[in-house]
């Protein structure tokens, strides 16, 4: 049993503590970490009967102190005034769940080796106050997230709607107007016209209609793009066939301008594994640009070409000059150079954005080279496998 003096220290130091801590329960700690005398509710809050606590190590009844057996001897040898652990969610004998802080200071402070004092804090309206305040945090950072995910979808879809008034008010209406010109010089001069003039009419028509039908394409790819939707179905393509037959397609809008044509092709089928509606597109799209800011009585080249392990595709054409920073940022989607925007053919410049990624989700590369002597060059290089 602790002497009279002892129990006087324990007794003016308890006060101080419970004082100070609005503590509910305590125990004197002696050096060695043994208990040697507990409060009737600190033992309430163990399983162990009042013998079983006395004499028993601190960190056997409250695994909260495994490891800081060193912070406890610091207090002892006078390095430390205390040792405090908070809101510690503890389990009762009853098994309801309660939050407590734990305070372990010396027991005589003039002489702190001689033992320790332990104090235990009821904090469960505290810590609860605490869960609830962490657990509404949190949900406001969800809300915060959610709110902040929408509000990218918001910029992009108005983005978006931009970009279709933009191609409605542009591209869209060019071709437009052709079309109902040509269909009703085809209608009125129907008797008159002669089979070259009707001719050069439909194939006019057909040529602005595929260019419509390209520009909502791109417009519809892009959607599938910036959501992450795009699929693509491989099957066996020839690329060399598909570039003759686009090129056909373009020549209503080639021939007015008086551009040609130039053929650099193998004999053999230039077959990659591909979606053939996708691979027609980055065709189109390409040849497309090309013909947009190539100047009049200009040749357009194009070449195919096996590649060591890869179908190449290059479209050359003496286009405007671009500095590297243009070059590089040629892909972006909305990005216009200067010669674009004075360009009465651009629009919103969509082609190349999709192009890139289209190659790229067949396992290709795209770039672009500018050289003085040789224009602007496109090049496309797909695996043959």
Not at 75 to 87: F, K, M, Q, T
Not at 227 to 239: K, S
Request: glycine residues 6%.
């Amino acid at each position: 049993m602790m002497s009279d003096q002892g129990s006087a220290r324990l007794s003016c130091q308890v006060r101080r503590f419970m004082a100070r801590t609005r503590g509910l329960a305590y125990a004197q700690i002696a050096p060695d970490l043994t208990i040697v005398e507990a409060s009737p509710n600190l033992k309430a809050l163990v399983t162990a009967n009042a013998k079983e606590v006395v004499g028993q190590r601190l960190t056997d009844l409250f695994w909260e102190f495994v490891g800081a057996e060193e912070a406890l001897l610091a207090i002892l040898n006078g390095e430390s005034a205390s040792y405090r652990l908070e809101w510690v969610n503890f389990v009762l004998p009853d098994g309801t769940t309660t939050y407590l802080t734990f305070e372990v200071g010396a027991l005589n402070e003039a002489e702190p080796g001689a033992g320790l004092i332990f104090v235990i804090e009821d904090a469960t309206a505290h810590g609860r106050l605490e869960q609830v305040v962490m657990q509404d945090r949190n949900e406001l950072r969800l809300i915060q997230g959610r709110l902040t995910a929408a509000n990218a979808e918001l910029q992009r879809l108005l983005q978006f709607k931009s970009l279709v008034l933009s191609l409605a008010s542009s591209e869209f209406r060019t071709p437009l107007t052709t079309i109902r010109l040509y269909a009703g010089l085809l209608m009125k001069e129907s008797s008159t016209a002669g089979p070259e003039d009707r001719q050069r009419f439909i194939a006019t028509i057909y040529g602005q209609a595929n260019r419509l039908a390209s520009l909502v394409n791109d417009l519809l790819d892009l959607d599938l793009i910036e959501a992450g939707h795009l699929n693509l179905n491989r099957v066996p393509c020839d690329l060399s066939s598909m570039i003759r037959q686009v090129t056909e397609v373009m020549n209503a809008v080639v021939i007015p301008r008086r551009l040609t044509w130039t053929f650099d092709l193998p004999e053999q089928p230039l077959i990659v594994q591909g979606d053939a509606e996708h691979l027609w597109r980055i065709v189109y799209n390409l040849s497309s640009n090309a013909v947009k800011y190539a100047p009049e009585n200009t040749p357009i080249q194009v070449i195919g070409r096996f590649e060591a392990d890869a179908a190449a595709l290059h479209i050359v054409s003496a286009g405007p000059s671009m500095t590297e920073t243009q070059l590089a940022q040629l892909f972006q989607p909305y990005y216009h150079t200067e010669a674009a925007r004075q360009n009465p053919l651009s629009g919103a410049d969509l082609g190349l954005f999709v192009v890139k990624y289209l190659v790229e989700a067949h396992g290709g590369r795209l770039a672009v080279t500018r050289q003085p002597d040789r224009g602007t060059t496109f090049s496309v290089r797909l695996p043959l496998q």
